[in-house]
């Protein structure tokens, strides 16, 4: 099972747009990323976003560039300040789900899977980016989640 979480790509100020949509930037980074994606074969399920416009977009874009037939679906509770015990509680069922949302959700969500605590910062997610969550299973039966892969828009 992998998870695959992707922050919004980069949106427009609140002045210029009050929904936030995405940039043409934004657009072009998340395009270029989805592009890489594809290329690489990457197999989503599913996929759910936050239901703000930046991220609906950002979802639109990866499902279109990577012909996924993978409908989108909005998720509750995986907003910027949303709890993510527990949206972390219903994850286990999933297979090969793109989650699209925001920060801090995303690095809290990351660091509550991988680390039993929100409070650490175990990766700096870049719009547009994905991180590729894995688990392994453990003699005890236990599951471990850990970061199998990224791919960004900058790399320094």
């Known amino acids: 099972m992998a998870l695959f979480l992707v922050q919004h790509g980069i949106s427009a100020q609140k002045d210029i747009d009050p929904e936030k949509g995405l940039t043409d930037q934004g657009q072009a980074e998340t395009k270029r990323i989805a592009e890489v994606a594809k290329g690489y074969g ?39 300040k949303d709890d993510v015990r527990a949206f972390a509680r219903t994850i286990f ?21 991988i680390t039993g605590s929100e409070d650490y910062k175990v990766y700096q997610f870049q719009n547009s980016g994905i991180v590729c969550l894995d688990t392994s299973e453990e003699p005890d039966g236990k599951v471990d989640w850990f970061i199998k892969w990224t791919l960004n828009p900058r790399i320094s």
Not at 93 to 113: D, K
């Open 93 to 113: 069922s999933e297979s090969n789900a793109m989650v699209v949302g925001h920060l801090p959700f995303l690095q809290r969500l990351v660091s509550r899977l």
């Open 42 to 80: 990457v197999k989503v399920a599913k996929i759910g976003h936050s239901g703000k416009k930046r991220a609906e977009q950002t979802a639109t874009i990866f499902r279109d560039i990577m012909s996924l037939k993978a409908p989108l679906e909005t998720i509750p509770g995986i907003n910027p």
